[in-house]
Nanobody, 133 residues
Framework: EVQLVESGGGLVQAGGSLRLSCAASGFDFDEYAIGWFRQAPGRERELVSC????????AYGDSVKGRFTISSDNAKNTVSLQMDSLKPEDTAVYYC??????????????????????????WGQGTQVTVSS
């Protein structure tokens, strides 16, 4: 059974930092792409960042470039999101998501990590991040 469990959310002042973690189990971690998405009240779920766990290819949403850093620890099947210089507009529920890069035929479907939420098959329950001004 695929499981994604987020942790590390909380309340922080503007300018502060948080580190989110996504612990994955139930699938071959090296063959997947992992994404972090966020959703604020009344807004669409949007890409924060994503990574291909075998070769560390990454992508970032425009609003977090230069402030957030994604990384993968394949020994622990964990993807982390370091969030620095946080702003009140970063307040949202943050979700971890996973997709098999190769599909059931074991042919590569995604050379880079996909950036659209509909491309991800598995989702965690989310963790709340609140940034106060």
């Amino acid at each position: 059974e695929v499981q994604l469990v987020e942790s590390g959310g909380g309340l922080v002042q503007a300018g502060g930092s948080l580190r989110l973690s996504c612990a994955a189990s139930g699938f071959d971690f090296d063959e997947y792409a992992i994404g972090w998405f966020r959703q604020a009240p009344g807004r669409e779920r949007e890409l924060v960042s994503c990574i291909t766990t075998s070769d560390d290819s990454t992508a970032y949403g425009d609003s977090v470039k230069g402030r957030f850093t994604i990384s993968s620890d394949n020994a622990k099947n964990t993807v982390s999101l370091q969030m620095d210089s946080l702003k009140p507009e970063d307040t949202a529920v943050y979700y971890c998501a996973a997709v098999d890069r190769y599909g059931f035929k074991k042919l590569m479907i995604f050379r880079a990590c996909p950036e659209a939420k509909y491309q991800y098959d598995y989702w965690g329950q989310g963790t709340q991040v609140t940034v106060s001004s």
